[in-house]
């Protein structure tokens, strides 16, 4: 009777090669002349920080590089919210979150029962996406950090994932990552730092890993979230010392991921460098939340929690979708309407306009609202449910989730490779036509995108 110790010793062993074999396989199977597609996401970069970067004294070569070396939009026209999850997952689908499924950064949750629940499984996703097309096209896939990638059939996948925001999401995030893919690449190149760290060095980690799949798995497609950015800006401002010295920091770590893609696929190599959404100061905040508890559109039990529900804010930064738990009742329809009107005709509030669920909905957002309220620059939406409607800040920061047409809120495109236009300004473009633009540049197919493809 084999001993116990040799018996775990031989299951380890056959374990270890079945991981071998099952991510060998299909790399070793791909068309090694078919193209490489990496799409560096840096979270909140405006374009504006590379088309204008001398008025900022921004020292980042690699960006600038892209200005020359390929194409780029003078901005992007976003999604309704302009917020991190619905975006990213517009820039992997070419549709607006109405379709695609996430509406939001955190799931509409307004009986707090969800403990601050994001979007974060792909399982939320509706439509196809570019790595289900280059999946499809035989090529593997890799992703670090993508927001909306829990359970996302990625070849080697390490998601943007937190829960308690301690050290024990470390142990989750090893769950929900390819099996042993945390394990062997803090044997080559150290530990990873992922879920809600934030900090530059975090983003540096990141590209580390990036680096080490693309030089050692040789994925078809890697996606790569950089979040530094947007935490300092929302400190600190957009534009601001510290935001310069975080986006050079990037800018850095995007030169090495664009070396190491040219690297391992010399002359068949597409890098493109996208973002989510723009950014506005702000020094100003309008809370709802008081104004719907005031009209008695919900309540507060003695310890302060939601206990009943007409309508809800379901605030976003610089906006706040209306939801009504019953949209055909026409009484609480009628007062979410008159309050909103009485507070958008003052203009010491920040509204800049108030949208009808029809108008929302054509627009491609939140189709369970049925009004959306979009804040000017200089304002945010309060999240406290009791407290003042009015009041200004005592730190200033910077925010987002406006609507798209606000010339602050536009992302950015910018995309080099073989067959690329060299120096061509794109304009203004919609976020729908990116998904599309990349599947075309790398040879992949994406027929469910409503955007168009870019590139003659």
Same mark, same amino acid.
């Given at each position: 009777?084999?001993?116990?110790?040799?018996?775990?010793?031989?299951?380890?062993?056959?374990?270890?090669?079945?991981?071998?074999?099952?991510?060998?396989?299909?790399?070793?199977?791909?068309?090694?002349?078919? +193209?490489?597609?990496?799409?560096?996401?840096?979270?909140?970069?405006?374009?504006?920080?590379?088309?204008?970067?001398?008025?900022?004294?921004?020292?980042?070569?690699?960006?600038?590089?892209?200005?020359?070396?390929?194409?780029?939009?003078?901005?992007?026209?976003?999604?309704? /919210?302009?917020?991190?999850?619905? %975006?990213?997952?517009?820039?992997?689908? @070419?549709?607006?979150?109405?379709?695609?499924?996430?509406?939001?950064?955190?799931?509409?949750?307004?009986?707090?029962? !969800?403990?601050?629940?994001?979007? =974060?499984?792909?399982?939320?996703?509706?439509?196809?996406?570019?790595?289900?097309?280059?999946?499809?096209?035989?090529?593997?896939?890799?992703?670090?950090?993508?927001?909306?990638?829990? *359970?996302?059939?990625?070849?080697?996948?390490?998601?943007?994932?937190?829960?308690?925001?301690?050290?024990?999401?470390?142990?989750?995030?090893?769950?929900? %990552?390819?099996?042993?893919?945390?394990?062997?690449?803090?044997?080559?190149?150290?530990?990873?730092?992922?879920?809600?760290?934030?900090?530059?060095?975090?983003?540096?980690?990141?590209?580390?890993?990036?680096? =080490?799949?693309?030089?050692?798995?040789? +994925?078809?497609?890697?996606?790569?979230?950089?979040?530094?950015?947007?935490?300092?800006?929302?400190?600190?401002?957009?534009?601001?010392?510290?935001? #310069?010295?975080?986006?050079?920091?990037?800018?850095?770590?995007?030169?090495?991921? =664009?070396?190491?893609?040219?690297?391992?696929?010399? *002359?068949?190599?597409?890098?493109?460098?996208?973002?989510?959404? *723009?950014? $506005?100061?702000?020094?100003?905040?309008?809370?709802?939340?008081?104004?719907?508890?005031? $009209?008695?559109?919900?309540?507060?039990?003695?310890?302060?929690?939601?206990?009943?529900?007409?309508? #809800?804010? =379901?605030?976003?930064?610089?906006?706040?979708?209306?939801?009504?738990?019953?949209?055909?009742?026409?009484?609480?329809?009628?007062?979410?309407?008159?309050? &909103?009107?009485?507070?958008? $005709?003052?203009?010491?509030? @920040?509204?800049?306009?108030?949208?009808?669920?029809?108008?929302?909905?054509?627009?491609?957002?939140?189709? !369970?609202?049925?009004?959306?309220?979009? &804040?000017?620059?200089?304002?945010?939406? *309060?999240?406290?449910?009791?407290?003042?409607?009015?009041?200004? %800040?005592?730190?200033?920061?910077?925010?987002?989730?406006?609507? /798209?047409?606000?010339?602050?809120?536009?992302?950015?495109?910018?995309?080099?490779?073989?067959?690329?236009?060299?120096?061509?300004?794109?304009?203004?473009?919609?976020?729908?036509?990116?998904?599309?633009?990349?599947?075309?540049?790398?040879?992949?197919?994406?027929?469910?995108?409503?955007?168009?493809?870019l590139l003659q």
């Open positions: 009777m084999m001993k116990p110790k040799k018996i775990v010793a031989r299951f380890l062993a056959a374990f270890s090669l079945f991981c071998f074999f099952a991510t060998a396989i299909p790399a070793a199977a791909q068309d090694k002349n078919a +193209p490489l597609l990496v799409v560096i996401s840096v979270d909140g970069l405006r374009p504006d920080y590379v088309t204008a970067a001398d008025a900022h004294g921004a020292k980042i070569p690699h960006l600038r590089k892209f200005l020359h070396d390929g194409s780029y939009a003078l901005g992007v026209t976003g999604v309704i /919210p302009t917020v991190t999850y619905p %975006s990213h997952t517009t820039l992997m689908t @070419g549709v607006w979150p109405a379709k695609h499924g996430v509406l939001a950064n955190q799931t509409f949750d307004p009986l707090q029962k !969800n403990h601050e629940g994001w979007y =974060w499984y792909a399982e939320d996703i509706r439509v196809p996406t570019l790595w289900d097309s280059a999946s499809a096209a035989g090529r593997t896939t890799a992703s670090i950090q993508w927001p909306v990638t829990v *359970g996302a059939k990625i070849t080697w996948n390490i998601p943007e994932f937190w829960r308690a925001g301690t050290s024990e999401d470390a142990k989750l995030l090893r769950v929900v %990552s390819t099996p042993g893919l945390l394990a062997e690449g803090k044997a080559a190149v150290g530990e990873y730092r992922g879920g809600i760290d934030a900090s530059p060095e975090s983003d540096e980690v990141r590209g580390k890993y990036a680096v =080490w799949i693309l030089e050692n798995k040789h +994925p078809g497609l890697l996606t790569l979230h950089l979040i530094a950015l947007d935490h300092i800006e929302h400190e600190a401002q957009a534009f601001s010392p510290k935001a #310069m010295a975080v986006l050079e920091r990037l800018d850095a770590v995007i030169g090495k991921v =664009w070396e190491a893609a040219e690297r391992v696929a010399p *002359g068949r190599a597409f890098v493109a460098v996208v973002s989510d959404h *723009g950014f $506005a100061n702000y020094g100003q905040q309008l809370n709802l939340f008081p104004a719907f508890e005031k $009209a008695k559109l919900f309540s507060l039990d003695d310890k302060g929690k939601i206990s009943e529900w007409r309508a #809800m804010p =379901w605030e976003t930064g610089g906006s706040a979708a209306i939801v009504l738990k019953d949209p055909k009742n026409g009484l609480t329809v009628a007062t979410v309407r008159t309050l &909103l009107t009485k507070l958008a $005709a003052d203009p010491a509030n @920040g509204i800049d306009r108030v949208l009808e669920g029809d108008e929302l909905h054509r627009r491609g957002g939140y189709p !369970n609202a049925s009004f959306f309220v979009g &804040l000017k620059p200089g304002w945010r939406t *309060g999240t406290t449910l009791t407290g003042p409607v009015l009041s200004s %800040s005592t730190k200033a920061g910077g925010t987002h989730g406006e609507l /798209p047409d606000l010339p602050e809120m536009r992302a950015s495109f910018f995309l080099v490779g073989p067959g690329v236009p060299a120096g061509k300004n794109l304009g203004l473009i919609d976020m729908r036509d990116i998904a599309p633009t990349l599947a075309k540049a790398a040879g992949l197919s994406l027929p469910t995108a409503d955007g168009k493809s």
